[in-house]
């Protein structure tokens, strides 16, 4: 058995045969983590003679600030997860810090987290132009989703996934199956990338020689919860007689309230109407419905912008400063 002083928790990952990060949630007690695993955590740790495992980390353990607009939404909350787990099999702190929807917030966030000492910062649906003045050049930097488009922000690293092919990939499967009269369900703040997402939709339907006008573009205002207005938005174009086969919506959630919204009014899904979401991550929506969703890869995502964090951290050279991740098709019962 190795002395205590050599043991850490890399010791303990590899006599259970598991991730760090597996390690870390046993000894945290994370409630994804089966009674059988905890135990064999457990016994390592007994066995190894690992005293630190249940302590709070070593205040010489070098930090990441993650900043996040919200993290209400399943799929950033998704990405925080897999980040944490990504930094901590680097040896890495990660310690985050939401905007709340507050971008004008960023700023003062971003001076926060540099006064925490951290040795990098991901940024997750930030602006990269409003506070690229007041960056500290000594720290490496990484956008996920940057809210500013690629075509301003080609020196930044920045991961995201394939926007354009996404919109094209819910057109295909909505017409393969014979919708000729979508709808696509977003916001009203209209965002580069669902502005991309929308244009491969229209471009894919006007090969089939389907316009898709802008009447076919339903931005809700954010008032209230999206589930909510999203029902309200269906149910008023059914009341209102405007014809649809067929919704690619923003998000899986959106994607749901349009399906209650349709399955209250009698009409059937996917007989009638067939539907797409966006995300593939959302939990609590499957719990509901097993709704047919374009799935972004958040394990992928978060993995890539690791690595181009610790890239730079390490002065290595970086070939390709913008990655895109490619989506897939994650099958439901709506389409």
Not at 164 to 185: D, F, H, N, T
Not at 306 to 333: A, F, H, W, Y
Request: contains cysteine; proline residues 3%; aromatic residues 6%.
């Amino acid at each position: 058995m190795p002395a205590k002083k050599d043991v850490s928790i890399k010791t303990v990952a590899e006599r259970c045969g598991v991730s760090i990060a597996t390690v870390s949630r046993a000894l945290k007690g994370d409630a994804n983590v089966s009674e059988a695993m905890r135990e064999r955590v457990m016994a390592a740790v007994a066995e190894t003679g690992y005293q630190a495992a249940l302590s709070a980390p070593a205040s010489g353990i070098q930090k990441v600030g993650v900043i996040i607009d919200t993290q209400v939404n399943d799929y950033y909350h998704a990405l925080l997860i897999h980040l944490h787990d990504c930094l901590l099999e680097a040896g890495l702190q990660m310690i985050n810090a939401s905007l709340g929807y507050r971008r004008e917030a960023l700023p003062d966030i971003l001076r926060m987290v540099y006064d925490s000492n951290v040795c990098g910062v991901i940024l997750m649906t930030c602006d990269y132009l409003s506070v690229k003045s007041m960056l500290n050049q000594r720290l490496p930097h990484v956008w996920i989703d940057c809210k500013d488009s690629p075509e301003v922000t080609g020196e930044i690293c920045q991961v995201s996934s394939e926007q354009y092919v996404s919109g094209v990939m819910a057109a295909q499967e909505l017409y393969r199956k014979g919708c000729l009269q979508p709808i696509l369900l977003g916001s009203s703040s209209v965002s580069h990338r669902m502005r991309r997402r929308f244009e491969g939709f229209r471009d894919e339907f006007r090969k089939h020689g389907i316009e898709l006008h802008e009447d076919r573009i339903i931005k809700t205002p954010r008032v209230r919860e999206v589930l909510d207005e999203s029902k309200q938005a269906i149910r008023y174009l059914i009341s209102s007689g405007f014809a649809f086969d067929g919704v690619f919506a923003i998000s899986d959630w959106r994607a749901l309230g349009a399906y209650l919204s349709l399955t209250e009014m009698g009409i059937r899904v996917p007989e009638d109407v067939r539907i797409i979401g966006y995300d593939g991550v959302s939990v609590a929506t499957r719990l509901i419905l097993n709704i047919t969703s374009i799935q972004q890869d958040t394990r992928l995502i978060a993995s890539n912008a690791c690595d181009l964090l610790i890239r730079q951290m390490k002065r290595q050279p970086i070939e390709n400063r913008r990655i895109v991740v490619p989506t897939s098709i994650l099958n439901g019962q709506t389409i």
